[in-house]
């Protein structure tokens, strides 16, 4: 129900947009999150968004370099990662709750989606 994309190899200092494309069911009343999961490491929260896109919430690692945004109408969400490092790769992944709380604390969420290999070199 909620495929990522847009992943890619990309150098140190560069660009690039992933997508969360959801199916079969629309999230329009749903907070949408991206996560993170790097080899080796646990999964660490990223990014979230409030169902009207009011609000938005990003870890401190990200902040200032990351965007999320959502497009309601094509029932998308969007992760735009600028001024990327080597330990930014990971695979990304997306999910959805009704609760932005539940989701910035990662607990336990109501659909994931499949993720998004991200890897900057350096």
């Known amino acids: 129900q909620l495929q990522a994309s847009g992943g890619g190899l990309v150098q140190a200092g560069g660009s690039l947009r992933i997508s969360c494309a959801a199916s079969?069911?629309?999230?329009?009343?749903?907070?949408m999150g991206w996560f993170r999961q790097a080899p080796g490491k646990e999964r660490e929260f990223v990014a979230a968004i409030s169902w009207s896109g009011g609000r938005t919430y990003y870890a401190d690692s990200v902040k200032g370099r990351f965007t999320i945004s959502r497009d309601t109408a094509k029932n998308t969400v969007y992760l735009q990662m600028n001024s990327l490092k080597p330990e930014d790769t990971a695979v990304y992944c997306c999910?959805?709750?009704?609760?932005?709380?539940?989701?910035?604390?990662?607990?336990?969420?109501?659909?994931w989606g499949q993720g998004t290999q991200v890897t900057v070199s350096s």
């Open positions: 999910a959805a709750d009704r609760s932005i709380a539940t989701m910035i604390r990662m607990g336990s969420l109501e659909v």
């Open positions: 079969g069911r629309t999230f329009s009343n749903y907070g």
